[in-house]
Nanobody, 130 residues
Framework: QVQLVESGGGLAQPGGSLKLSCPATGITRPYFALGWFRQVPGKEREGVACIANGDGAMYYFDSVRGRFTISRDGTKPTVFLQMNGLKADDTAMYYC???????????????????????WGDGTQVTVSS
């Protein structure tokens, strides 16, 4: 079973930066993608960014494109999210996701269905406030 543990959340000022990390253990297949999603109370979980493990291709949602950068360490494997230019609207619980598909767009929910089981971490809180 895949296990994901997020870290790096906290309090940041508007315009500030944070970097999230999420090491993944228990992966037994070479083809997968990792991603970041976020959720605020009362709203649906929304995508932030995803990265394919095979070729490192990345996909970003419009709300964060140009401010956030997703990356990975394929040897661990670990996924990171560098967040710059933070806004109050970025305040949310951030979740790491493992998807059993080696495609960043599909893993972020912007493509067709796929077989297998998704796994999620327990989340790390990001709060942007002055």
């Amino acid at each position: 079973q895949v296990q994901l543990v997020e870290s790096g959340g906290g309090l940041a000022q508007p315009g500030g930066s944070l970097k999230l990390s999420c090491p993944a253990t228990g992966i037994t297949r070479p083809y997968f993608a990792l991603g970041w999603f976020r959720q605020v109370p009362g709203k649906e979980r929304e995508g932030v960014a995803c990265i394919a493990n095979g070729d490192g291709a990345m996909y970003y949602f419009d709300s964060v494109r140009g401010r956030f950068t997703i990356s990975r360490d394929g040897t661990k494997p670990t996924v990171f999210l560098q967040m710059n230019g933070l806004k109050a609207d970025d305040t949310a619980m951030y979740y790491c996701k493992f998807a059993p598909v080696d495609n960043e767009v599909i893993a972020c929910g912007r493509g067709g269905p796929y077989d297998g089981t998704d796994y999620w971490g327990d989340g790390t809180q990001v709060t942007v406030s002055s």
